[in-house]
């Protein structure tokens, strides 16, 4: 079975600073990856994803990701944080054997003055 | 650019009743996913349509039910609702299968429909 496990229900950082919300998963097959966004009362928005290739995924608003397969990480990283990226952070994979997504649990990010 | 539409955006609906929740998924989108998710939880997998067949199954209720229809959407009928079934629901759609074209490995999602059962 596959399991996507984040890190830190919740991660405070100064406008700013350097954000790191971190995932790892386990998965028997090298997953396809994903980091959404949901803002409060929206829905969820692709921020990157990593399927073959390149291990490190640019996504958007300055968002980047790095697949360390050693490590079976994919932590989520940005150079300086910034109030707007005050949201909800899900971390998902699937194998490409179904379907479904499997997300983690999920991680609160506050940008602080 | 057009998106996946879910309607209706809030619901308020009491125990034991039941509701009905459209999917509009993006056009030419063939794959519909449908998805939980409870106050302060992650999203979890319902169910999916391919071609207008179930091509997945979750943790659906037996009280639970979809389908996927000839334009392609999709809608969840709920009946015997319980205070439990109180979460965002969210419907996402793809073009192909998630997993059968690493071209086509992106879902969009809606901005989901939010279901109140008191």
């Known amino acids: 079975a596959q399991s996507v496990t984040q890190l830190g229900s919740h991660v405070s950082v100064s406008e700013g600073a350097l954000v790191l919300l971190r995932c790892n998963y386990s998965?028997?097959?090298?997953?396809?990856l994903f980091w959404y966004v949901q803002y409060p009362n929206q829905g969820l928005q692709l921020l990157l994803k990593y399927t073959t290739g390149a291990t490190l995924v640019k996504g958007i608003n300055g968002f980047e990701a790095e697949f360390k397969k050693s490590e079976t990480s994919f932590h989520l990283t940005k150079p300086s944080a910034h109030m707007s990226d005050a949201a909800e952070y899900f971390c998902a994979a699937h194998t490409g054997t179904a379907s479904k997504l499997t997300f983690g649990t999920g991680t609160r990010l506050q940008v602080t003055l | 650019a057009a998106g996946v539409i879910q309607s209706p955006r809030h619901l308020i609906k009491e125990k034991r009743e039941t509701a009905t929740l459209k999917c509009y998924p993006i056009p030419r989108h063939d794959t519909v996913y449908w998805y939980q998710q409870g106050p302060g939880q992650d999203p979890q997998f319902l169910i999916s349509f391919y071609e207008k067949m179930q091509s997945d199954k979750g943790s659906i209720p037996d009280r639970f039910s979809a389908q996927q229809f000839s334009d392609y959407h999709s809608e969840l009928n709920m009946s015997s609702l319980e205070l439990g079934d109180s979460a965002l629901y969210f419907c996402a759609s793809s073009l192909g299968r998630h997993w059968a074209d690493e071209t086509n490995t992106e879902a969009f999602f809606g901005q989901g429909t939010r279901l109140t059962v008191v």
């Open positions: 998965s028997s097959v090298p997953p396809y």
